[in-house]
């Protein structure tokens, strides 16, 4: 038996977009690629320092290691503190209608020149299909959420991090799991409300890219236009 839906509480919503229009101003490419760059060489390091974790850990414990190596990073990195202020893990956070008053996105990025109350939310999902994590895992349990308003729906941009175990790649994998859900069906709608396929970022050295969604749901506690736009959501699959 399931129990009575969540009710919409938009005096929260009120309360923590005080003063604030949304969505937010758009993150610089330029910055987004910068903070990718950092989530990299973040994995690297801890990769080279705990192989085994990264091989074969959960991924609370591998996202674990990438929270606090990038908070370390703060006494390494000048650009990585100019950027950002903190990162933290499992944030509480609420739904864009405050249905929902505890939801706990992987990491969440507070940056410098954004509003420290909608930080750059970053969910990790582990890719090994021997293992059960599929790309419809990673999809469903990803980028649904951000589709949906459940995470970052006061911005224009979220991350995804892939921990890859099985040798996938976002054009072969993601691009072609996309591309079948697109093809919509009376039976068989487009659940992650598709509008650019994966699009290629930066150089060979990392697997970047990012997807555009559109986003149906509405501000309710804000006078229109209240529509929350497209989200791009940036796709990083480590291996």
């Known amino acids: 038996m399931t129990g009575p839906a969540a009710l919409p509480r938009h005096d929260q919503v009120a309360e923590l977009t005080r003063g604030l229009r949304l969505p937010l101003a758009p993150i610089a490419d330029v910055h987004l690629e910068i903070l990718a760059e950092r989530l990299q060489r973040a ?29 370390s990073m703060f006494h390494e990195d000048p650009l990585w503190g100019q950027l950002v202020l903190s990162v933290g893990r499992g944030t509480e956070s609420i739904s864009f209608d405050g249905s929902h008053l505890e939801k706990r996105p992987d990491l969440s990025i507070v940056l410098s020149a954004a509003d420290q109350r909608f930080p750059l939310v970053v969910e990790a999902k582990i890719l090994d299909a021997t293992a059960s994590k599929t ?4 999809c469903e349990n990803g980028i649904r959420r951000f589709v949906e308003g459940e995470y970052a729906w006061g911005n224009r941009e979220a991350f995804m991090i892939g921990y890859v175990r099985d040798g996938l790649s976002i054009d072969r994998t993601l691009k072609a799991f996309l591309s079948k859900a697109m093809e919509v069906h009376p039976d068989h709608p487009d659940r992650y409300l598709v509008e650019s396929l994966p699009v290629p970022v930066g150089s060979d050295n990392s697997d970047l890219a990012y997807t555009r969604h559109r986003r149906d749901f509405v501000y309710g506690s804000q006078r229109p236009p209240n529509s929350p736009g497209p989200i791009s959501v940036w796709h990083l699959w480590l291996t």
């Open 43 to 71: 994995f690297d390091d801890i990769r080279a320092r705990r192989p085994a974790i990264v091989a074969t850990g959960t991924e609370p414990e591998v996202t674990a290691l990438m929270h606090a190596r990038l908070n």
């Open 135 to 138: 790309t419809r895992r990673y």
